[in-house]
């Protein structure tokens, strides 16, 4: 074989061969970041849906095992914002007995439909309890 047809093959092999790696790694890099997220949604969406579970209740503590698995997992997957309020929350609950949810679910809210790409809505939490 006649070396100036072997230098553009081996050229050619050399960059699809590149290409394919590198589109590959990318592909990786994107599906883990998607993994990622989704799964820090589906957390974040659970805890949201367990703090204001146990929030604005007659009976304190009626929930506390939900009130608890939120906040760790609000700490294991908030944002640096989400962290400050649950460890603020549990603070205020240790200290005095009492705290408010309003500035926690509403970050998580903001920051849960900014991710899924949906309009702001009013910052106020209304919370709907039916006396039994």
Excluded: C
């Amino acid at each position: 074989m006649k070396t100036e047809l072997l230098v553009p093959l081996l050229m050619t092999a050399f960059v699809a061969i590149s290409g394919w790696y590198i589109v590959h790694w990318l592909n990786v890099a994107r599906d883990r970041a998607n993994k990622k997220r989704d799964l820090q949604i589906q957390y974040l969406i659970e805890a949201y849906r367990r703090l204001e579970r146990a929030s604005n209740r007659a009976k304190k503590y009626e929930n506390n095992a939900e009130l608890e698995s939120a906040i760790a997992d609000i700490q294991l997957f908030g944002t640096v914002d989400q962290v400050n309020l649950a460890q603020k929350f549990s603070l205020d609950i240790a200290h005095n007995s009492h705290a408010s949810t309003d500035d926690l679910l509403k970050d998580i809210r903001t920051e849960l439909r900014k991710e899924l790409g949906l309009k702001e809505v009013s910052p106020g939490i209304v919370y709907l309890r039916l006396k039994e």
